[in-house]
């Protein structure tokens, strides 16, 4: 496919790559304060951006990002005295990515909505499976993680921001992204076309299953002790939705605002008033779906629109819409 | 040997038989109408045929090959494309785009600089050149419709099943779409249409077959299912 | 042998809870399209407010009077302003179905949190006919039997109003073709209220009957709204029988394994349903 520069779509992955370069140069100077946050700011960014990569064309609502982050912290819970960092980080990734297979294959090869109910009961259901593990196999509560250093864990972070990053991009391009858009679009018209239509939906969900396993196996090694409870979380679910819903979940950018805001207002809310926030949250999520259907993002645009379509006066020609 | 042979096909939705025992063939080249009031099973035959559905007994065969229990995107890499009735395109793609992903996917292994070529051959075709940087929505329903046409077209069939093209269309879009259909034809593809618009079917149609209530009452030229008594009464009773 | 009339009749007494559960849920999506993931909410802060109205000094029973309607009006409430705006401005009937189960995993956050915020993690429980009988060789605390009466009575009473009400016979009507009700002068938007109101009502009275003798917390809302969804996808969406059908075969599937082990009651759920998708993907009674 042939790639022509154009600015006003492509000024956007410059700007992104710009500040994943400029925030590698943070350890340096940045308190741990500001590296702990902006570790989690990445965290969540890689969440959203994997959440968007599939359910965002498809239109599959996946509700189990909560079992693929937690698959990622016991990887590193069971293996962290033994392995180092990259390699917990893959193997948190590629257990997750077969957990997705296997309930893919099943569920996707059905309507949305039994794919959303499985996906949304795999949290708890993981989590039962590692209590009784704990409690019947093993009798003891919990896990101790070995802490590799704040500086590791936010190099981590970044690493796979960058890398996440340049697989949404790749895939956006690729024919396996448009396989996924058509999917989407018209899931009958992509199966007459020749798509496997169930392979793709697997492989894709399989993917961003396998990315947020990579960051919540960093994750653990930045707390020093989980449990079943603190990793199954139907929190690390809802929020790449809600930061999805709130940034624009078609889009690039809006994944990225969506997960450094919440990231942060969660950072300022959590000790002040920790189960209010999580009602706030709540709240935006049923506002953001009522009210601003595209996102942060889609605001922005319509915004630019209306100031273009004023200082256009004599009625030339729009420019196509990004 | 024609080039597709389904017999015996049937298939029940929770006790109500919407194809009993349809035997249908087409021949290479030909051009088959397939009628019949409302509800008949029409478009559930083109489902069977296509994949999109599994029939509850019978078999089809296309080009030697059993395609019956296959799924949609292996019989239209096979050779068999199809519309459907209301049209479905990729709305969110501009209109090249939509023949694109026919070209890209319908063959397996299609190189991009190929199915670049293709979209460019279909889009001339159809003549739906001058709206290719348009959205679907963007574009009026004849041309809509035409789209869908192209992106199966791009797919590369051997056999296309057309769902009702020409609803909705205006005399003159008819008289085109009839135009591109023969057109199509004329190029080497089989055709089987399932059209309301009489005047398309008698007019460009080697054959029909027509169904009522899932079963297949008449078939033959066109002349002949115009006198056909039971396919009169069928559809005046439906007025 | 009293093993296993004691994992029969316990599996019933919670196959009448389940299937209550279900009833409501199953009857949100078959006629309102909305999945609704807070669903198990309900009935978590109909439980708790029972349990701390009882223990103020309330009788069991009258809670029924004040958590049942209170969570219609809510569910009313919440369908009637949120539900039907978003189906004024859903493009379509796939576009609402999606962005309701997304607003109801948002409602999820908040009511669970409310939950929280009021009664923190610790369980509430009360006595009240909490010795326990003999019956056919195993041993029953009396409540769960009233338990198991109060889920029958309701569940037949949900019945008689379904078929034999007139709002009963809209809420079919509206399940079956909206288009079709509303030519016949059903108004669609109130019965699809009255329907969540409904759904909410039934999870509520689920919700006094588990404080009775399962000692609630101010988390069970999300391990009953997944039995739920469990029991409505084995049912069949859309059933109200397919979901008394699937909460009995749960309740008594899930005493057998709990017998075994009781921790991996949920497992053997979520694997049965699994399966059963692959077999069955319609569920037992779906349409």
């Known amino acids: 496919m042939i790639y022509k520069f154009n600015f006003r779509k492509d000024v956007q992955y410059i700007v992104v790559a710009a500040v994943v370069i400029f925030f590698a140069f943070v350890p340096l100077f940045g308190s741990t304060y500001t590296l702990t946050l902006s570790s989690t700011i990445m965290m969540y960014i890689v969440m959203s951006l994997s959440w968007s990569m599939f359910s965002g064309p498809t239109g599959y609502i996946s509700l189990a990002s909560g079992a693929f982050v937690g698959l990622g912290f016991y990887a590193s819970g069971f293996l962290s005295s033994s392995l180092p960092l990259p390699m917990l980080m893959l193997v948190g990734g590629l257990v997750s990515f077969a957990l997705a297979a296997i309930i893919g294959a099943v569920t996707l090869r059905l ?5 959303t109910i499985f996906t949304f009961c795999l949290v708890e259901l993981v989590k039962a499976v590692m209590t009784w593990y704990e409690i019947m196999i093993v009798r003891k509560r919990g896990l101790n993680v070995r802490n590799f250093g704040t500086d590791t864990a936010f190099y981590a972070m970044l690493v796979m921001v960058a890398i996440t990053l340049i697989v949404v991009v790749v895939i956006k391009q690729s024919r396996f ?21 169930t392979r793709t939906k697997v492989f894709g969900f399989a993917i961003s299953a396998f990315l947020m396993g990579t960051v919540g196996a960093v994750r653990a090694t930045m707390l020093h002790h989980i449990d079943p409870g603190s990793s199954f979380n139907m929190m690390f679910s809802f929020l790449p939705v809600l930061m999805c819903v709130f940034g624009g979940m078609k889009t690039f950018l809006g994944p990225i605002i969506g997960a450094a805001v919440f990231a942060i207002l969660q950072y300022s809310l959590i000790t002040e008033m920790p189960q209010i926030y999580m009602i706030i949250f709540g709240a935006i999520m049923i506002l953001a779906i009522l009210f601003m259907p595209t996102g942060i993002v889609g605001v922005y645009e319509r915004v630019i629109n209306r100031i273009k379509k004023g200082k256009s006066k004599k009625g030339g020609t729009d420019d196509a819409n990004a | 040997m024609p080039m597709l042979e389904a017999t015996g096909i049937s298939k029940a939705f929770g006790g109500l038989a919407a194809v009993s025992k349809v035997d249908i063939s087409v021949n290479e080249g030909e051009i088959l109408g397939l009628i019949g009031p409302n509800g008949a099973g029409k478009t559930t035959l083109f489902n069977l045929i296509s994949g999109a559905i599994q029939m509850d007994s019978g078999t089809a065969v296309f080009e030697g090959k059993r395609i019956s229990g296959m799924k949609p995107y292996q019989i239209c890499r096979l050779g068999i494309g199809r519309s459907f009735q209301a049209a479905k395109n990729f709305d969110g793609m501009p209109v090249h785009q939509n023949v694109l992903m026919g070209a890209l996917f319908g063959k397996k292994g299609q190189s991009a600089a190929n199915a670049s070529k293709i979209v460019d051959e279909v889009l001339d075709f159809v003549n739906l050149n001058e709206l290719r940087d348009k959205m679907v929505h963007d574009i009026p329903l004849a041309s809509q419709k035409r789209l869908e046409v192209a992106r199966a077209l791009a797919t590369r069939p051997k056999l296309l099943l057309l769902d009702e093209m020409m609803a909705g269309l205006n005399p003159s879009e008819v008289g085109e779409a009839m135009e591109l259909v023969t057109k199509i034809r004329d190029s080497g593809i089989t055709i089987i249409m399932i059209e309301h618009v009489m005047k398309a079917i008698m007019k460009i149609c080697d054959r029909i077959v027509v169904l009522h209530h899932g079963a297949k009452i008449a078939e033959g030229a066109p002349q002949e299912i115009a006198a056909n008594k039971t396919v009169i009464e069928v559809y005046l009773g439906e007025c | 042998m009293s093993t296993v009339v004691n994992i029969v009749i316990y599996g019933v007494i919670m196959g009448g809870v389940y299937g209550l559960i279900a009833m409501g849920l199953t009857l949100q999506y078959g006629v309102g399209k909305i999945l609704n993931v807070s669903h198990g909410e309900f009935l978590m802060l109909s439980a708790m407010t029972s349990c701390t109205l009882v223990k103020a000094g309330l009788h069991p029973l009258l809670s029924f009077l004040i958590c049942l309607p209170a969570a219609f009006i809510i569910g009313f409430i919440i369908n009637i302003t949120i539900y039907r705006y978003l189906r004024k401005v859903s493009k379509d009937e796939a576009t609402f179905e999606s962005n309701a189960m997304l607003m109801s995993f948002g409602l999820y956050f908040i009511l669970a949190n409310i939950g929280l915020k009021i009664w923190g993690t610790l369980s509430k429980s009360y006595q009240y006919y909490s010795y326990p009988v003999k019956i056919l060789g195993a041993t029953i605390a009396v409540n ?120 991996l009651v949920m497992v053997a759920n979520y694997l049965m349903v699994l399966i059963l998708l692959l077999l069955r993907p319609k569920g037992l009674l779906g349409r």
């Open chain 1, 177 to 197: 992204g448009m396989a996924l858009t058509g999917i989407g679009e018209s899931e009958d018209a992509a199966s007459h076309i020749g798509i496997h239509t």
């Open chain 1, 111 to 115: 309507r949305g909505v039994y794919f």
């Open chain 3, 144 to 263: 769960r039997l009233i338990i198991l009466a109060i889920a029958i009575i309701f569940i037949v009473a949900f019945f008689i109003f379904l078929n034999k009400t007139r709002i009963g016979k809209s809420i079919r009507a509206t399940s079956q073709s909206t288009t079709a009700a509303a030519m016949m002068g059903v108004k669609i938007n109130r019965t699809m209220a009255i329907c969540f109101g409904t759904g909410g009502l039934l999870a509520a009275a689920a919700g006094v009957l588990i404080g009775m003798a399962l000692s609630p917390t101010a988390q069970v809302g999300l391990s009953n709204t997944v039995i739920a969804l469990i029991v409505v996808v084995l049912g069949g969406m859309g059933s109200i029988p397919g979901a008394v059908l699937g909460g009995l075969l749960i309740g008594l599937v899930g005493q057998a394994v709990s017998f075994i082990d009781s921790s």
